[in-house]
């Protein structure tokens, strides 16, 4: 077991308890203010771990977000305002003048998506603030926990700002004590934009004029002179804030304290029944099992409800610190787009509608989709006074992408109909941009692509876009045959055609196997390796044998770490580990690589790409995925946002769409479950996906020489069902059944893995289908020993082919470094070379000096 794997097993919770305190009777008439305790409970997906003072946390709903550290430091948004900034806690002993700041005694962090604890532990006292922040109400609440063998004092300090975010302004805030609310009120002189936090156990002790914000922190302090008052007990501190007039913020702030405990069984409720009503998997690898629930609760916690704008998705949260923006808290279009795949890929189809229809709102006369839209809009004009809106060009492509995507996977012909409009505006601007007619978009018309500084910026089309662009004329035809609208149809299926065809021609370099990274006015390639052809790939265009080229120089170590992949080749004059656009590792680009490898039957290389993400899942922030990191060392940069949306992606879309294969058609009603899992993996499942009406389940076994795959289905009786297990490369199926009859199966041989499917209709009773295998040698994806801060230094599985009873096995690994690779039934091994056979293990050296860098080996397996 690795250090890694051992330190996630000793820290996070598995298994479901909940803690309880005393509810012993006490009198609390000396303490004013403090609630009876009530159950916190630990859920299957709660994280325990070591708390780190820099490490951050969030606590968010739909229009309130506690952004901060892992030492109980934050700021408060209530949407779009930023109420306050660097809220602490200290603590003093009995009569001592001496603080013992929060920040040095923190010891524990417990997240689940209800509620997140912070526990501060002192010799002679220990205090657990609970956060909650419900779902649905602009506010939070803090609910301090007090176990003290002596007196003690807790001071709560803050700076107010009730600032709106960038590039907004308001002036003349002012904040002051009222000793009858046991709040601070932050306000300004037109009272349209307030906030509130204090606490009914609270004294003020801020000496700041109520006509202006002081620089100096606003403070109250709890006096706890009897510790046993306490016991069994909470200490509230409640938050309140938003643009509104003051009685309607009051209003929430009196909601929160009259009954806290019911906001904790909301949102308990809300994230249960986001849970159940979604996709659930279950694998052998607990960290991908729990990555995968944390995903859907991240997701769900960037849909922001703007009392000016309405209800989308942001892109990210992060702390602002002195700043006006938390992380990339705005209203992205195509980050919502880029998310959007994901979110139909587990079932959230409402909030994708919903996150659809926002964006059509803020689309430009001309059909151009919006880039990004601050919260702040209602404050400022936006779209003309600044820049921003619509600089990017990739945007409005992947709008219509994700409307089809969002179609076929519900079938909801009345959405489509009813934003018919906007996406033929949408195309006809998408077609505008062909200024050359080469039939794809030109960068240098349409905006921003892949890049968005540098050198690699002037160029005439980016392989991103163009192949963003060519999914989107496949998927407008096929949306204008769901309308009706055979003038489109006829379009579409033309400008496909052609974009296909410029797509292949323009971008593969036939020098360096694979797909450039652009070309520029002239026609000429700009031949970067860059994993920005992991889109196109991902969604099946260009060449298949130029494809399974193409991914095996994305597999390299040139690209790949053990982290993720670089947005750029490590031997580019242009890469530079900690430049965000030329060299740095995102996750969000690694989904699409997994995604494609997956795609492509490279399971082994997907499965390793998938696992760097989840592993992400788990770095940084709890249960969320970090924007960037570097392309040397796996740590994210400063500048990072931990909460980003299409950073989750890697723990979503390669996992349902490429490890287990489900693939959905509401419209011709079919669904398919097409895994690929690692070959020693005996059991796995997939239940609840939903496909229009139609739900499906699908449990996989593996016993023996035998996979036994059972579907389940509800509403289904239209669907057909198509089973394709994709095993390794080399494998002979002898038999299929279903139901314990005998069938016929369609076999596909791709160069890394063998498929054989059965397609039968859907009916009421289980459909049991099994499939019987001539035992052969499979390689088990290497395990990656990786941590906060290491280099890149494992394996990389490049390729892995078969010739009769021969396996190729091209790898990379440090020179001068051993390595070891698992594989299944070795008795069937012949002979080895370039490797020897200990147990089920290939060990072998790679070739050269210490320090030599990555370098290439073959390993041969003769099977008899």
Known sequence: MTKYRLVLSLLICFVSTTTVFSQEKVDTKSMPGIIPAFPIEQSRMSIRQLAQQFTPFDKVGRKFAILGYESGSFEAWAYPLKILRNFEFSFFLQNSTRPIKAADIVRYIDVSPAATTITYVYQSFTVRAIYITPVYEPGAIILLS????????????????LQPMWPAGIGGQYAYWDDNLKAYVISEPTGEN???????AATGISYTPAHMLSDYPNQFTIEIKDPESVKGQYIPIYLAGGKGKWKSVKAVYDSLSSNPKSFYEENVKHYDALE???????????EVNLAFKWAKVAYDNLVVNNP??????????GMSGTSGRPGFGWFFGGDAYINSFSLNSYGAYHTVRDALAFTEKWQRSDGKMAHELSQAAGYVDWFHKYGYAYIHGDTTPFYIDAVYDYYRMTGDIDFVKQSWKSITKAYKWCLSTDANGDGLMDNSKAGLGALEFGSLIGIESDVYLSAVWVRATYAMELLSKAVGDGNYQKKAADEYAKAERAYETKFWDQNGKFYSYAFNANGQQVDELTPWMSVGLAWNIGDPAHANEALRRLASSELTTDWGVRSISNKSKYYDPLNYNYGTVWPFITSWAATAEFEHRFSIQGYEMLMASVRHAFDN???DVTEVFSGATNVWLGEAVPHQGFSTAGTVLPLVRGLFGLSGDAVHKAVTFAPQFPADWDSASASNYRIGDATFSFRYRKTGNHINIAVSSHGAAAYNIKVSPVFGTGTIVRSASVNGKNVRFEMENFPEGNEPSVTVPASGSELNFDFSLVPTVDIIPPDVHTSTGASDHCIKVVSVTSTGKKLDVEIEGLAGEEYAMAITNPNLVAGVSGAKLRGNRLSFLIPGNVGGGFTKHTIEVRTR
């Open 146 to 161: 007090v176990h003290s063998v002596v007196p003690l004092k807790i001071v709560c300090g803050f700076l107010p700002v």
């Open 276 to 286: 159940e009503n979604t996709l659930q998997i279950e694998t052998p690898n607990r």
């Open 194 to 200: 307030n906030g509130i936090v204090g606490s009914p």
């Open 621 to 623: 922030e709890p249960g």
């Open 308 to 317: 000016d704008l309405g209800e989308g998705l942001v892109a990210g949260l």
